[in-house]
């Protein structure tokens, strides 16, 4: 029998999608996490009413989805930024200086960790080592890394981005 | 060595136990105490919560270089354990300190303060200062109608999270985030009103400390006693007087019946009446609904409305609406005993007095945290004054004794007041797993046949098993009725019913693991399913003593009936002690609206 979702607040395209791919996992709980992975691929981050829609799906507590989202870093219920900005804190870094470019960049786009700017342009978030402590700080914006950061260094990274975004 | 037997020696005694013991049940089983915290078994519900998070249990395994958890470690050939070596307190004692470093020292002002585990083991290990100071968690208290939460108080033992998900199966906790701001929660941060949260207030039975307590309404009691303009009227429900004892040093299931109602004298209650007679009420309006259902089912086949479910317990009738809103036609429309004393007490008994219903303030004293809840529902209210003003559960009616320094154990046997002191044995079994319907059995057998019982006693409709079924013979018509205790049971219970594999007739639910013996606002029973058993037990003594023991036979029920009510599933009887149901799949934090 098809689970009825009566969800109001959630358009139909995002209430078909999020049915479809919880069918291509056959509404098996024990695949959640692929779900919430597919989720967030499709749109971006995992807002309530999405985080609802999977719980109709599967039938489970929509207290067990959040609690999912809210375990594993990756997963985010805000909007991620055009460019995604992830200053590493794992150990190399951290005894590199990460901290105060980590500071910079909070201090530069006005935002703390976790958040959005305003225009939609940058998020802020921390990680633990991308693999390339030789080139310790590690920052990655979307898919490029820089390495050898200094809080000096960041102004000039934002601008390269604030530049393309206007082109 | 035997293959079927793993022999060891914990603390020089040996000791042989099956293979798969922990240390901790090998211990325990040979009367060696070990502390815990987390860890929590409830042998007859198949509950465990066994995360290892804790780790007071901490021993030390000669071999073994760490220390090991008790809970989690499987007893091995030969294993020598030792479980309170210096090495072993010391680590305990710096365990605790770390636990307490986060959690708030105001143990003299706390809800649990004396009922605490945490408390109670700090103190066994002797705990004088806290050498640990770091970042201290900051939770806004969440208070729902019922239960409040404060999650300063939480050591992430998570049994709350297993009794809500394992046993009761509602799904309101879990545990969010990670690292140090984990924390039990609802989904989205959300207050447990806008949650699934059936108010049950088993998480509360089982928090070792007081980050989930009972909402407390003494003081609007307190208030209510002080006001020479009020009329307090107690009504007390059956399980109760098998539990209130056990504050006042008396055995679990000892019945205190008559000390309760002198001690509500005593506190000033203007009449002390008894839950048990409006339970007499409800047999007479759920069993002349249940007839009317099989009737219709007889005439034209119709089973739409069966089988017929019962609505006495607030947190079955809110898990219905919130996860099966499809069954609400199923639900008996009988108001819950405490509903309909207050309704009768409200809309006759004032008018008895001669007064204006809202000098009446009826309190009523039960073993539950959902009562307190259903109170605030806006159909039992009419203008906004409720039928029953205020609810508090059997800790806090012990609480209020304490306070006015009434010396409990010398009170004499008080007698309940009439006309609603007046109850039969069957409105007192209401107050254990399959008591209700029993007491409907017994009515219903007689209304149906127009012959009197055989047997009084139902005796395959009791006992503790999660679910249980038998088939009662009405005169050649097979009338099949299913019990269910404990959320998790009713959902097993349902979905047998929803797949059309349980064709029954009459079913059972109480939210509680025992019935409302067990009910959230009990002193704890910590899982001791003996202490169930006593307090079951003590009802079915008080049943069998009674004079009378049919719901029909209550004489102030029949007069009840002859003055006002005129007859049961009248008009008059639906006005005032009959319900309506309301769809909560989707949230639904709205309330009720208004009385029809």
Avoid at chain 2, 515 to 522: T, V
């Amino acid at each position: 029998m098809e689970k009825e979702i009566r969800n109001e607040s959630l358009p139909s395209c995002v209430r078909e999608k999020v049915h479809d791919i919880c069918r291509e996992h056959g509404c098996d709980p024990g695949e959640l996490i692929h779900i919430l992975h597919a989720l967030q691929r499709t749109f971006g981050y995992l807002p309530e009413a999405v985080q609802e829609a999977v719980a109709a799906e599967l039938d489970i507590p929509v207290a067990r989805v959040y609690g999912v989202v809210t375990f594993y870093s990756y997963f985010t219920m805000v909007p991620k930024g055009k460019y995604p900005v992830s200053v590493c804190l794992g150990t190399a870094c951290y005894v590199r200086g990460a901290e105060a470019v980590l500071d910079e960049f909070r201090r530069q786009l006005e935002i703390g960790v976790g958040e959005t700017t305003l225009d939609g342009l940058f998020s802020l978030d921390c990680l633990r080592c991308v693999g390339a402590c030789g080139l310790a700080p590690v920052v990655s914006v979307g898919d490029r890394v820089y390495g050898r950061l200094t809080p000096e260094k960041v102004r000039g990274i934002l601008s390269d981005y604030y530049r393309a975004a206007e082109d | 060595m035997n293959g079927n037997t793993v022999g060891l020696t914990i603390d020089r005694k040996t000791m042989s136990v099956p293979p798969g013991t922990t240390i901790l049940e090998a211990a325990s089983a040979a009367g060696i105490r070990i502390p815990t915290l987390c860890h929590m078994k409830l042998e007859d519900l198949e509950y465990e919560n066994n995360p290892g998070a804790c780790r007071i249990c901490v021993v030390e395994v000669e071999g073994r270089r760490n220390l090991a958890p008790a809970c989690k470690t499987e007893c091995t050939e030969g294993m020598v354990v030792h479980t309170h070596t210096p090495r072993v307190m010391n680590a305990r004692r710096t365990v605790m300190e770390l636990i307490l470093s986060n959690h708030p020292a105001e143990c003299l002002t706390c809800s649990k303060n004396g009922y605490c585990d945490l408390q109670k083991v700090a103190h066994d290990l002797g705990i004088r200062e806290i050498r640990y100071r770091g970042e201290e968690s900051v939770f806004v208290p969440d208070r729902s109608p019922a239960i409040v939460r404060d999650m300063n108080k939480c050591i992430m033992c998570r049994r709350c999270e297993t009794a809500c998900n394992t046993i009761q199966t509602v799904g309101a906790l879990t545990a969010v985030n990670r690292g140090f701001r984990a924390v039990v929660a609802t989904a989205f941060g959300r207050d447990m009103a806008g949650s699934t949260c059936s108010y049950c207030g088993q998480c509360v039975s089982v928090c070792p400390t007081g980050a989930l307590s009972g909402r407390s309404h003494t003081d609007e009691v307190l208030k209510a006693l002080a006001d020479p303009e009020k009329i307090v009227i107690a009504q007390t429900a059956p399980a109760v007087r098998t539990a209130l004892g056990r504050d006042f040093g008396y055995e679990a299931g000892t019945l205190v019946t008559g000390k309760m109602v002198s001690a509500l004298r005593e506190l000033g209650f203007d009449y002390v009446f008894d839950t048990d007679f409006a339970a007499d009420l409800t047999i007479m309006e759920e069993g002349t609904e249940f007839l009317n259902r099989l009737r219709a089912e007889d005439a034209d086949g119709e089973r739409a409305k069966l089988p017929l479910m019962t609505s006495c317990c607030p947190g079955w009738v809110s898990f219905v609406e919130q996860h099966y809103p499809e069954l609400l036609p199923r639900l008996s429309t009988a108001r819950s005993p405490q509903q309909m004393f207050g309704s009768v007490a409200k809309r006759y008994f004032a008018r008895l007095l001669g007064v204006e219903r809202r000098r009446l303030v009826v309190v009523s004293v039960m073993p539950c945290l959902a009562k307190k809840y259903e109170c605030s529902r806006l159909e039992f209210a009419v203008d906004g004054n409720p039928d029953v003003d205020v609810s508090i559960y059997t800790r806090e009616l012990a609480r209020l004794i304490r306070y006015a320094n009434i010396d409990f154990r010398a009170l004499p046997d008080g007698e309940f007041d009439r006309p609603f002191g007046e109850s039969t044995g069957a409105g007192v079994i209401f107050g254990t797993t399959g008591g209700v319907i029993e007491a409907a059995m017994r009515t219903a057998y007689e209304l149906y046949t127009g012959r009197p019982l055989p047997e009084i006693e139902f005796v395959r409709l009791r006992g503790m098993e999660g679910i249980r079924s038998a088939t009662v013979d009405f005169d050649g018509k097979p009338v099949r009725i299913g019990i269910a205790h404990g959320l998790g049971n009713a959902r097993r219970l349902v979905e047998e019913v929803l797949a059309g594999k349980s064709p029954y007739d009459a079913i059972e639910v109480m939210a509680c693991p025992g019935g409302c013996i067990g009910g959230g606002g009990q002193p704890f029973h910590r899982g001791n399913m003996e202490v169930l058993r006593c307090r079951a037990d003590a009802l079915y003594r008080e049943d069998a003593g009674k004079p009378l023991r049919k719901s029909h036979e209550n004489p102030c029920v029949q007069e009840l009936y002859r003055e006002v009510l005129e007859e049961p599933c009248g008009p008059k009887a639906h006005e005032w002690l009959h319900t309506r149901y309301f769809d909560r799949k989707n949230g639904g934090t709205e309330d009720s609206g208004p009385e029809k």
